[in-house]
Nanobody, 122 residues
Framework: QVQLVESGGGLAQAGDSLRLSCAAS????????MGWFRQAPGKEREFVAR????????DYADSVKGRFTISRDNIKNTVYLQMNSLKPEDTAVYYC???????????????WGQGTQVTVSS
């Protein structure tokens, strides 16, 4: 079992940067691929980025490719999402999630954090 707690969200202006963190409990963290998803009001939850158990490979949604970077620290049991060049359309609740499957579909993820709000103004 893995418990996930996100942090680092907040208010930003277009062009700013934010770094989200997701702290995981449990010794099993290293056995899980990790993903970031987001959900804007009235929209479905969408894939943002994922990272394998050992940190490579990684994968990104086209909408964030080149602006966001996912990374993990298996010593600290933490996964990060560095978000640069933020846009108003990045506004959403961001969730980290854990899966045993290398997959970008949200229903393949077994454990979820509570989410952290990111709001980007123009």
């Amino acid at each position: 079992q893995v418990q996930l707690v996100e942090s680092g969200g907040g208010l930003a202006q277009a062009g700013d940067s934010l770094r989200l963190s997701c702290a995981a409990s449990g010794r099993a963290f290293m056995s899980y691929h990790m993903g970031w998803f987001r959900q804007a009001p009235g929209k479905e939850r969408e894939f943002v980025a994922r990272i394998s158990t050992i940190g490579s490979p990684t994968d990104y949604a086209d909408s964030v490719k080149g602006r966001f970077t996912i990374s993990r620290d298996n010593i600290k049991n933490t996964v990060y999402l560095q978000m640069n060049s933020l846009k108003p359309e990045d506004t959403a609740v961001y969730y980290c999630a854990a899966t045993k499957s290398w997959d970008s579909r949200h229903f393949m993820y077994d454990y979820w954090g509570q989410g952290t709000q990111v709001t980007v103004s123009s």
